[in-house]
């Protein structure tokens, strides 16, 4: 079958490799049709690495698939051929204190599907556990369902933050994680929301998704974090969306938040070792978040993209699986006015 591998930084090789094994017990395999491009996947890809953990090569990429069941293991009771899944990639214990207290993102023995631990997605079949595999209602379709993953990580946003009603907000990064912010914040009741970015076509996208004002950051634009502050007749935001991990966003986003206020980090860093004004964040006492991948959310996210409350216009290019590595060359330089990516596989 057809795999694409990330075997250097910068480079990705379509591959044919070896079809999985069949489905053992628990188990099923998974005829591929799309896989969405995340920005970690781009961490990668760029920087060889995501936060302390350095990419090993080859590497297969992609947690973010949808595909058809192809067959099933013994014992499987729940899953039939021909049903169309949304696959979580992170395959957890289920009985440690994390997994049984409801935060299996946060379990010790979790092995993550697109990372160095286990393959991802980019490829045409894949054998996951069953119980990673939520079916995909009737009625969605497959660039609905290819949603699923991210949307669920926002999902888990919302649980660890609160967003009064009528709240004004600002979100760094406008990228598709950005793109959802922006939409969960206004779901959630905020009245006025401002977004940030450096691609000026990343800020137009914003706006189409909801976003009341918009600030270009860089050296054409001005200093955004005086700008939002301005921008709330020098109150602050109630809440900072950081979907950019950049030292500069969050420090622009402890500038701009209300005493009282929060602050959350849902983008990844590309620093190892990371600093922040922690004295400003004091004297505001400010709430800061960190987020870890979706909590396994996928029947929240689901609801709302069936609900018709995330627009598939997220997805600006589509590219076949052979094309995979001119969709991160893409993506890496911004080009064409690009939001989100889907990988479409078929077989």
Known sequence: ???????????LEPRLVAEPPEPGPGEICVDLQAVGVCGSDLH????GGVGHVDAVYPMVLGHEPVGIVAAVGKGVATHRVGQRVSIEPSVTCGHCEYCVSGRPNNCPHCVFMGSIHSPGFYRERAVVPARNAGIVPEGLSTEQAA??????VLCHVMELISIPVGAAVAVFGCGPIGQLCILFAKMAGASRVAAVDRVAHRLAQARANGADETFLAGAAGPDPGAAILEWTNGRGVDAVLDAAGGQDTVHFGIQCAKPGGQLVLVGIPTEKAFSLDIHTAMMKELRLQTIKRSNHR???????IR????????????????????AFELLAGYGDGVGKILIEVGR
């Open 44 to 47: 990668w890809y760029c920087d």
């Open 1 to 11: 079958m057809l795999a694409v591998p990330l075997v250097a930084r910068r480079v």
């Open 298 to 304: 996928g029947a929240q996210a689901i609801e709302l």
């Open 147 to 152: 949603l699923i993953e991210p949307v669920a």
């Open 307 to 326: 609900a018709g409350r995330i627009p598939t216009g997220i997805i600006t290019h589509r590219f076949p699986l052979q094309r995979t590595a001119e």
